[in-house]
């Protein structure tokens, strides 16, 4: 049997809420569309994953916990028993701000792209946004990668807790602060070893919830790392907030550069109308420990900045490929975080690049 999300919606249609004594769908209690995926390989007999959001007036509903169960009840009924249910409740509260009033206390938004994965954008991300904090600046940083988030292990903060603080009325979360930086990621609350089945809608109204729904407070800088590609997620942030600019990462192969062109457009279309602030050029060349003067081109030579400069836009920072960057990344213990070392001072200089380009595109405009 092949499920659609018509069914679940059809059994849902046959739960009533006590609290308004009409059923699920009319009472407007069921937030987006549910999502249904196979399970491959099927687990303990179930073939189906059924998803559900259910929004609540409130969290001490009296209602809540036999709502659920009915619901539960109802697919599995409708759909059979062969199907993994998870009901996910939401709790309304103050309506949130209309999209051009988000974020309110934070100065500058900057997004960090590339059109291709593995180029090292989470790690620039991360080191710029401590680099920042080291500089002086109130920096916060949202890992936007729904899918594959990275940021928490990066700055070692995997198993923190993530609590709601309530303010003007509504419950929203708290960041977690590493290194002077305040930092939200999706990766807070789903299992690390399970894949996010969701659809492009429900990853796009989880990423609004991290941005509208959360104590951002007074910020200089707003760090976006943004997955890979040009996607749902990316035209949920253009929609949603008003960027300062992009920096564009990649690495000199040819590969990676034709990928980055796509990025640079994306953010270029007269439609998008975002700066771009500039290029950082990644793993620009291997430089071995015990040989700190040696320069190995091993993705080729200078791609990026050939780009930089053919597209007529600025040449950021090019970051040697240093094994203690990895090692620092998979630690908890970024780059930036030391300083002394040449890839603190390249993480350094790099943010230092992005606070120039900045000021130079505010006094633009």
Not at 209 to 217: S, T
Not at 292 to 319: H, T, V, W
């Amino acid at each position: 049997m092949t499920l659609y999300p018509k069914l679940i919606m059809e059994a849902l249609a046959t739960v009533t809420y006590a609290g308004t004594r009409k059923n699920l769908v009319e009472s407007g209690m069921v937030v987006d569309t549910p999502v249904v995926a196979p399970l491959n390989p099927p687990v303990e007999g179930k073939a189906w994953r059924v998803q559900v959001v259910l929004e609540f007036p409130r969290s001490t509903d009296p209602f809540l916990k036999s709502t659920v169960k009915a619901a539960e009840a109802a697919i599995r009924y409708h759909c059979g028993q062969d199907v993994e249910v998870e009901i996910v409740t939401e709790f309304k509260q103050a309506p949130r701000p209309k999209d051009e009033d988000l974020l309110p206390g934070v100065k500058h938004i900057v997004a960090v792209s590339s059109g291709k994965g593995g180029v090292g954008k989470s790690t620039v991300a991360v080191n710029v946004a401590i680099a920042l904090a080291r500089l002086g600046y109130s920096v916060g940083l949202l890992d936007t990668d729904i899918f594959g988030p990275s940021v928490p292990k990066m700055l070692g903060v995997e198993d923190a807790k993530v609590y709601a603080v309530n303010k003007d009325g509504r419950d929203l979360i708290e960041p977690v602060e590493r290194y002077g930086v305040k930092m939200l990621s999706i990766g807070f609350f789903v299992s690390p070893g399970t894949a996010t089945l969701w659809r492009g809608g429900m990853a796009c109204n989880a990423l609004k919830q991290l941005i509208a729904d959360a104590d951002w407070g007074e910020l200089d800088y707003l760090i976006l790392d943004t997955p890979p590609g040009t996607s749902d997620i990316h035209l949920t942030l253009l929609q949603t907030l008003k960027l300062t600019g992009a920096v564009i990462v990649s690495t000199p192969q040819q590969v990676a550069l034709a990928d980055a062109r796509k990025g640079i457009d994306m953010y270029q279309n007269e439609k998008v109308g975002v700066p771009i602030l500039g290029l950082v050029e990644n793993m620009a060349w291997f430089t071995p420990a015990e040989l700190p003067q040696n320069r190995y081109y091993i993705f080729g030579r200078e791609g990026c900045k050939q780009l930089a400069e053919e597209m007529g836009l600025p040449l950021l920072a090019q970051i040697p490929l240093v094994q203690s960057i990895c090692d620092n990344g998979d630690g908890g213990t970024p780059a930036a975080t030391s300083v002394e070392t040449m890839t603190g001072q390249a993480f350094l200089a790099l943010a230092q690049a992005v606070v120039t380009m900045v000021n130079r595109r505010t006094t633009q405009i």
